[in-house]
């Protein structure tokens, strides 16, 4: 088991930032992949930015490249996602996933493990 804790939504203002935070505890031996996802009211959860267990691939949904980047710190066992010029159309919860057993992937259906979720809103 995979537990996930996700922290560092909020309120901002377009092309504010803001600096998400997903804190993994457990069998994390067994994730080859973390992945941010995100959900917007009536949409389907979609893949954000991903890195590998040992950061040596990292891949970005096409409408965020060059706004977000996401990094990990392994002594913490922490992934942040880091938010520039966010636009309203980011608005949704973000859920931080774990898993990855099918490869290099941001499907919702290769990660079994998912933490509760933080939410972020963007004014515009």
């Known amino acids: 088991q995979v537990y996930l804790v996700e922290s560092g939504g909020g309120s901002v203002q377009a092309g504010g930032s803001l600096v998400l935070s997903c804190a993994a505890s457990g069998n994390i031996r067994s994730v080859n992949y973390i992945t941010w996802f995100r959900q917007a009211p009536g949409k389907e959860r979609e893949g954000v930015a991903a890195i590998s267990a040992r950061g040596t691939w990292i891949g970005y949904r096409d409408t965020v490249k060059g706004r977000f980047t996401i990094s990990a710190d392994k002594a913490r066992n922490t992934v942040f996602l880091q938010m520039n010029g966010l636009k309203p159309e980011d608005t949704a919860m973000y859920y931080c996933?774990?898993?990855?057993?099918?490869?290099?992937?941001?499907?919702?259906?290769?990660?079994?493990?998912w933490g509760q979720g933080t939410q972020v809103s963007v004014s515009s």
């Open positions: 996933g774990a898993g990855g057993v099918n490869g290099e992937s941001l499907r919702v259906r290769d990660y079994p493990y």
